[in-house]
């Protein structure tokens, strides 16, 4: 599993950072941001980045399934 | 260093002269069809709001009234957030819907920026701010939050019955925003009159209002001198030094920022704080859990925020447009109403429930899109912080007579007198 924000879309609001510590943090003026690389989802924390995305009002946190993992899983 | 001659005038100086706004004829009274004539100022929707907003949601969710000048209200999720989006049909110069429109040249800066503001300029007087308002800055002043809550339930020792609006809640706001903009905290109580003055007075003659709201800027004034004489680390002095497009702010930017961070964390925090208590009181079994599950407090304070949210926002319509079936006139309002887009069941799965372990809840209760509220980590702060509180040290307590709750006009929605009986 992938994670991503949109800039365009996130305002701050902090749901994310507040749901799921451990995969988004924030700028210095309250933008989220990713602390995993690239995105990459620990399989232990796929559902506090599932949490965050259900929660953000602005539906600025994408969870995508990483294309590779699904082939190898498919 | 040159002396700042930014603020050597009177107060009269630090904003536009509301004479070149426009008063629009005050009509009061009864009701006749919220459809068609909804007044937000009267005891009927302090009392019924909500269900005001049920019923129309679902015959006529986007309501008009002739009053005001001519205001609008959307009540399904889809439309506020479609208003919220839509800076281009919609300006923030006017976000208090009442009979007094703030002068046209004023945007796209507004009275009280950012609030206040339209794009481009909002962006950058927010910018301004966001660094003294995310959730780490706020943290600092989470510990003598905390001290100042368990201060005010010491003080309710000995009585069975108090007043958790007026007693409690009402004072942890005044008290966070006073610490932050480096104000007296002995100035408190006149903080709640010009929280009044502003938000509650909407049916007063114009010339009332406007003599009230310069009390406020004179407060400010005195506030600022005191702070360019003895300068220190808090907000009043960041935003006098502050910087926008390589000048110092106008003196009105300054006492304007001033006036929005005074009046909008007050009432709001107050009412999500009192809502939350009210909940509690009247629903001993999610008292009961919250009391022993301290650890799923912060997802019941994200539905207290939905279910219970106390801010509508207003914008002005720009110019003539049809919109979404309805024809909006330029300069009507539109009451941008979080609190009935939080209870649309097209939005949220039994909207009209209030579940304290909701585990999706995408609310609107601090807003959608640019302008979200500034201080929405200050005021979750302070919600966890005076229910944690409330909770570890009064874990019994219950409506000590339900008729005699009231709430709030206007819009910022909440309990105003909440007697709870206590053990």
Not at chain 2, 148 to 157: R, Y
Not at chain 2, 177 to 200: K, Q, S, T
Not at chain 2, 253 to 280: E, F, K, N, P, Q
Request: with cysteine.
């Amino acid at each position: 599993m992938r994670i991503s924000i949109d800039p365009s879309l996130c305002q701050g609001h902090g749901r994310c950072y507040d749901l799921a510590p451990d995969l988004f943090g924030a700028d210095d003026e309250g933008y989220a941001t990713l602390l995993v690389p690239d995105g990459r989802v620990p399989a232990d924390l796929e559902d506090g980045a599932r949490l965050a995305a259900a929660n953000c009002p602005e539906s600025a946190v994408l969870v995508l399934r990483d294309a590779v993992t699904e082939e190898v899983t498919r | 260093m040159s002396v700042d001659d930014r603020f050597t005038s009177d107060a009269s100086t630090l904003r536009s002269d509301p004479a070149l706004g426009t008063f629009s004829e005050i009509v009061s009274g009864p009701v006749r069809d919220w459809a068609t004539d909804f007044s937000h100022t009267g005891e009927e929707w302090a009392r019924g709001a909500i269900g005001i907003w049920d019923d129309l949601r679902q015959r006529c969710p986007i309501a008009h009234t002739e009053r005001f000048g001519g205001a609008w209200l959307p009540t399904r999720y889809e439309d506020v957030a479609a208003v919220a989006y839509d800076t281009e049909h919609f300006s923030s110069r006017g976000i208090i819907a009442g009979n007094f429109r703030p002068p046209r040249a004023l945007a796209p800066v507004g009275g009280t920026p950012p609030i206040s503001s339209d794009p481009p300029f909002h962006h950058d007087a927010r910018k301004l701010l966001l660094p003294a308002f995310t959730k780490n800055a706020v943290g600092r002043q989470e510990e003598s939050t905390r001290a100042f809550c368990a201060s005010l339930v010491d003080g309710l020792a000995g009585r069975d019955v108090v007043d958790a609006a007026a007693d409690y809640a009402q004072h942890i706001p005044v008290r966070v925003i006073a610490d932050m903009l480096g104000f007296p905290p002995e100035d408190g109580p006149r903080f709640r009159r010009f929280v009044e003055n502003a938000l509650e007075g909407i049916d007063l003659p114009p010339e009332e209002r406007l003599a009230r709201s310069s009390r406020l800027f004179e407060y400010l004034l005195v506030q600022i001198r005191d702070h360019l004489e003895h300068p220190r680390e808090d907000l009043t002095s960041y935003l006098l030094e502050a910087e926008l497009h390589g000048r110092k702010l106008e003196p009105a930017h300054v006492a304007g920022t001033m006036a929005l961070l005074l009046i909008a964390g007050i009432d709001t925090t107050w009412s999500a704080i009192g809502a939350s208590l009210w909940h509690l009181a009247g629903h001993p079994e999610d008292r009961r859990r919250l009391v022993a599950e301290p650890g799923l407090r912060p997802r019941a304070v994200e539905e207290f925020l939905r279910a219970y949210a106390p801010v509508t926002m207003a914008r002005l319509v720009k110019d003539d447009v049809t919109w979404r079936g309805v024809e909006m006139k330029a300069e009507d309002w539109v009451l941008l109403s979080f609190p009935a887009a939080n209870r649309d069941p097209a939005q949220f799965e039994r909207a009209g429930e209030v579940l304290i372990d909701r585990q999706v809840n995408r609310h609107a209760a601090f807003g959608l899109g640019i302008h979200r509220c500034v201080g929405s980590h200050l005021a979750r702060m302070e919600l966890r912080v005076a229910l944690d509180v409330w909770l570890d040290r009064v874990p019994e307590f219950s409506l000590a007579d339900p008729a005699a709750v009231r709430w709030s006009t206007g819009q910022i929605r909440g309990p105003r007198a909440l007697p709870l009986r206590i053990g």
